[in-house]
């Protein structure tokens, strides 16, 4: 056996001792090498994996007895999905600082760590400008399995009958990696049914699906205003990401002060995008341990409770358009249903972003911490509800089925990712699913007001 090969051989069997070949068989991704303790942490660059570890080991697998209306009579009438784009590159901005976070690693003194040496020697930096946060194949998948999974939820609804009689509609943001995810959803569901011979069209809508970019008031007074992250910018600047920062360059061994706030965000995007693109556990990963990796993950929550949160009241209220669309369509079905008539729109299929779907969380009131997250109370917000690396993963979706029980009883059950969610302020109704007029007497200010129009004029008219 020539010398090299014999090496490799031996550097195997004594690298990976016996206890983690059972570990590589475990689902469960606490004690899968494979997988960064840190996963779980990483916000909207995170895997929607993590968030249903149980896709882990089959990615088509569905349980539907998760749905559990309240009599055997009820029937799915409709469904409207909005859904996140699936697992994408890093955009052009990111992608400059994993560069300059790289370059400093290759230029600093060879290391004795071998991870580190990986780094230096091993590892080569193929992000690109050019990628641009184009979807990934990753994200492709990401897609294409969703489809068969909720058609195997909602096998009724989503069924090859529904899509070739055209009650099933898709609509999607323009940017490309909607676009493509759009694609991809439709593919899992035509090569599911093997239909060739037939295709299946999507309305681009940025007024619905990036009602963000239109808001005038949104725009000026959240988006383009440096002040309005204040609470975001004195947590980089606070304590807790100074101590982040310091642990990075001791495990590097640089000086304290070549690592900013932007190159400690810049490796953890590097541990998680090699992570959700590639499925490696990389040695950018090595760089955080757990307490890290959650202060991390609060800056980033901070970033998205003041950009699209409850921070500030028009970055809900932005989404009023998306609101009033989705009740429509629920009323529409329900008086075609109340007709004895089929319902024309039997799905309805929304792609956009993170974006997209948080304000509209944040309307109807999900995750609504008594507490705002602002840059001092990092300690007392562990138990918080807001975490985005639960809410929006690649590929994060909310669904609302609405059901007809027989007798007018008309039920309506939202779903995050999958998992069925109580309307918050409808939480007696956890175990059923509340009747949809409860859910619109809830909702009654909004449905009645709620204007994008006049919300997001500049100058609003008080009163
Ligand atoms: C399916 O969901 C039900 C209800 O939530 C739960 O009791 C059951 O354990 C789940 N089954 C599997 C195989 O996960
Ligand atoms: C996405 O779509 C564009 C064209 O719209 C295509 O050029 C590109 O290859 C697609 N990417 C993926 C990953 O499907
Ligand atoms: C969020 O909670 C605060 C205080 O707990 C409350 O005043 C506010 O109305 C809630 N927002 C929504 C949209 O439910």
Known sequence: MP??????????????????????????????????TIAKYFSTKGRYEEVNPHLIED?????????????????????TAIIRHGTRYPTTKNVKKMQKLYDLVRGSAPAKDSWLRELQTQWTMWYTEDMDGR????????????????????????SEKKLRGGLIKFITSSKHRCVNSTLSFKAGLTELWTIRDKEFEHAVNDALMRFFDQCTRFL???????????ELDKFREGPEM?????????????????????????AFYLCAYEFAIKTVNSPWCRLFDEVDAQVMEYANDLKQYWKRGYGYDINSKSSCILFH?????????VSENQLGQPVTEAVTVQIGHAETLLPLLTLLGFFNDSDALTSTNYATQTQRSFRTSHMLPYAANLLFVLYDCGGGDL???????EKPVPFPGLTDQKA?????????????DLLQGCDFETECQLFKNPG
């Open 135 to 158: 979807l990934v194949q990753k994200g492709v998948n990401d897609h294409r399995h969703l489809a068969v999974r909720l058609s195997k939820l909602f096998p009724s609804l989503i």
């Open 325 to 333: 669309d989705l009740f429509s369509r629920l009323d529409k079905a």
């Open 220 to 230: 000026e007074e959240v988006d383009n205003n440096p002040s309005a992250m204040t």
């Open 411 to 417: 039920r309506l059950q939202p779903l995050l990712n």
């Open 432 to 444: 059923s699913m509340p009747l949809y007029q409860e859910v619109k007497k809830h909702y009654n």
């Open 3 to 36: 010398i090299s090969l014999w090496k490799i051989v031996v550097f195997h069997f004594t690298a990976i001792p016996a206890v983690s070949w059972c570990l590589l068989n475990d689902v469960n991704p606490e004690e899968n090498p494979d997988i960064p």
């Open 59 to 79: 990615i088509l697998a569905v349980n539907t007895s998760i749905l559990q209306p309240p009599s055997a009579q009820c029937r799915e009438i409709h469904l």
């Open 242 to 266: 100074k101590r982040v920062e310091e642990k990075i360059a001791d495990r590097l061994g640089v000086e304290y002060n070549l690592i900013t706030d932007d190159m400690a965000e810049a």
